[in-house]
């Protein structure tokens, strides 16, 4: 049996095994209430350890929601030909910003001006036809008087009169519509913002009225729709109907820059498959930094915390015992101090219960520590462990 069980456990196995729970207890005895042996804590209460500390302060905290956004363009128009002919002039640059009203492509004039000229002209043949069987009724009224002429004659005569001038309507009807066809030929953006790439080239006959010539978004105002988890809906509905709250947005890695905005639709249904609410912000972008089609980092501010305890993150440690923080007291021994977290607000921490502004922290250096270590203050930026 001896010798079974060293073949299934070569020599030296047990040694390395020690090695590795001695090597995991070291690891977990920094910055925590005692060491696991008396020797070892004796000697690091004994060691002074350089670390870096910070004073605990009060600050006003946001807060606030974060998600993941998209951009979406304020309004999108898909332009296209309501006339079928020869893409004549393109009247910009791709990428241009367009304005409402401007002239952006031009079919062919010259069909639909012929057409405007001949319906022109038809009203002006009816309307001297018009005017010669209006003579006709007048002598035929006359003649009728005097009996000298049969009452069909006089009636085929006024009917006569009653057509030409139902077919002047007709003519004017015509006008009109060969008027808005010519109209058609000159396409005006119909909102301000950034065409992008032509997709039909200057000199190309439109034969599909439903052929996009060009993409139309308007970017300033702009929108920025994200979802967040359900359990903050009641808490947002209940900020909005207080006045409107305010919407960051940056770009992921150009956090320094933050668009503002404001949050102006809140879903009316709840996505059953992901348990998330969709939200939608406006923002002036100005700028222009926004720009369709982005992925953003948002962040909802749904009220101001006003002298908040707050603490550096990196001076809160996870223990056996949850989290705490190594406060220095006035002779530079170190406290182990539990304590209750609330809210981040980037870089800091709110401390609800277990600190005092005014109190000096550890926030780095903290893996020498144990209950009662002598620490040596080094400034911040220097390596404590160097």
């Not at 207890?25 to 670390?51: E, K, R, T, Y």
Request: hydrophobic residues 45%.
């Amino acid at each position: 049996m001896r010798m079974k069980w060293q073949q299934a456990f070569p020599a030296g196995w047990l040694a390395g095994a020690l090695g590795v729970l001695g090597a995991g207890a070291l690891l977990f005895s920094g910055c925590s209430p005692s060491a696991n042996a008396p020797g070892a804590g004796q000697d690091q209460m004994n060691a002074v350890a350089p670390v870096t500390v910070t004073n605990v302060v009060r600050q006003d905290v946001p807060v606030q929601i974060s998600g993941i956004g998209s951009v979406r363009a304020y309004s999108t128009v898909s332009v296209m030909s309501e006339n079928k002919g020869l893409l004549q002039q393109v009247g910009f640059k791709q990428g241009d910003e367009v304005h409402a009203g401007d002239l952006i492509f031009l079919i062919d004039p010259k069909p639909f001006q012929a057409a405007l000229d001949q319906a022109r002209a038809n009203v002006l043949r009816d309307q001297a036809q018009l005017e010669n069987a209006q003579a006709e009724f007048r002598r035929a009224a006359e003649l009728l008087t005097n009996r000298i002429l049969a009452q069909a004659d006089f009636d085929q005569t006024r009917a006569n009169m009653d057509a030409l001038k139902a077919t002047i309507v007709a003519d004017q009807a015509a006008v009109t519509n060969a008027e808005v066809q010519l109209s058609y030929c000159y396409i005006a953006a119909p909102i301000t913002g950034r065409v992008g790439t032509l997709l039909v080239n200057e000199g190309n006959i439109v034969k599909d009225l439903t052929s996009v010539l060009a993409v139309i978004n308007q970017v300033r105002p702009i929108y920025v729709d994200f979802s967040v988890p359900e359990q903050n809906l009641p808490v947002l509905r209940e900020r909005q109907r207080a006045g409107p709250l305010k919407v960051e947005a940056s770009i992921p890695g150009q956090e320094s820059h933050r668009a503002e905005g404001t949050l102006i639709v809140i879903n009316n249904q709840v996505d059953t498959n992901t348990g998330t609410i969709l939200l939608r912000a406006e923002f002036p972008n100005a700028d222009e930094w926004l720009w369709p089609g982005q992925f953003v980092n948002v962040v909802v501010t749904l009220s101001i915390e006003h002298a908040a305890v707050t603490v550096p993150s990196a001076a809160i440690q996870l223990g056996q015992t949850g989290q705490h923080v190594c406060v220095v007291k006035a002779d530079n021994t170190v406290e182990i101090r539990p304590v209750e977290l609330g809210g981040t607000f980037g870089d800091a921490t709110v401390i609800r219960h277990g600190l005092q502004p005014g109190e000096r922290i550890v926030t780095s250096g903290q893996l020498r520590l144990v209950a009662g270590s002598k620490v040596k203050i080094v400034t911040a930026g220097v390596d404590p462990g160097a």
